[in-house]
């Protein structure tokens, strides 16, 4: 699986968008782009995912690029309970695959 | 909306003992994975279940660990013989049929090797 790059932490006011980038500039064709987050040290819950066109869901709209070296992650309105540890994955969609986590990014949002 | 649940939440054991970390997964998925998270540190994969055999084991899961689906429900983890670097938080996540590789992860269960 392709590896990926995110900041270490990002801070966000209650109320405003938080957008968190994700670089994954080796990604195959194959490969989609999922996230993740761990609200403390619960488990990991899975937030939304994509192959090149972007998307949206209830809860973030996820942005690749055209060349889809990189990706955002957009929480529209962030709430203090999207405080949390937000990863980006790169993978095939194949039957078995395991997903790798990296560090993620620690996105707080402040009051 | 269903969910993955993992017994116990907590528990504590001395170095040495065995452990079974139990696990329901939601109930029409057919993959399903352990991971475990060391304080402060990533989310490891520790192995893939699928079809009643292991699909991938990462270099972790030596043969102190297996796994098992023994009813149908349950998928099971144990560690024959605890170490003191065994001591983390052990997550259960499931997948259902198909491509998509969207991982429903449960609680976890806090392992603390004395």
């Known amino acids: 699986d392709a590896k990926t790059t995110q900041p270490t932490s990002m801070d966000c006011a209650e109320g405003r968008a938080a957008n968190l980038p994700c670089n994954h500039s080796t990604i195959s064709g194959n490969e989609y782009v999922y996230w993740y987050r761990q609200i403390h040290s619960q488990g990991p819950q899975y937030i939304i995912h994509?192959?090149?066109n972007n998307e949206t869901n209830e809860m973030a709209s996820l942005i690749i690029t055209e060349d889809r070296k990189s990706s955002t992650l957009i929480l529209p309105h962030a709430t203090l309970r999207d405080t949390a540890v937000y990863y980006c994955i790169v993978r095939v969609n194949t039957n078995a695959g395991k997903s790798t986590f990296g560090d993620g990014t620690t996105l707080t949002v402040k009051p | 909306e269903p969910e993955v649940t993992q017994t116990p939440s907590h528990q504590v054991t001395q170095m040495g003992q065995e452990v079974i970390l139990r696990c329901v997964p939601i109930?029409?998925?057919?993959?399903f994975y352990w991971y475990r998270q060391i304080l402060g540190q990533k989310v490891e994969f520790l192995v893939s279940f699928y079809n009643n055999e292991i699909s991938e084991k990462s270099e972790i899961f030596d043969d102190q660990f297996s796994v098992e689906r023994p009813d149908g429900s349950n998928f099971t983890l144990k560690i024959r013989s605890t170490k003191l670097e065994d001591s983390a938080m052990y997550f259960c996540?499931?997948?259902?049929?198909?491509?998509?590789?969207?991982?429903?992860f449960g609680e976890g269960s806090r392992l603390t090797v004395l």
């Open positions: 109930s029409n998925h057919l993959y």
């Open positions: 996540a499931s997948r259902r049929q198909g491509n998509t590789g969207e991982l429903f």
């Open positions: 994509g192959l090149k």
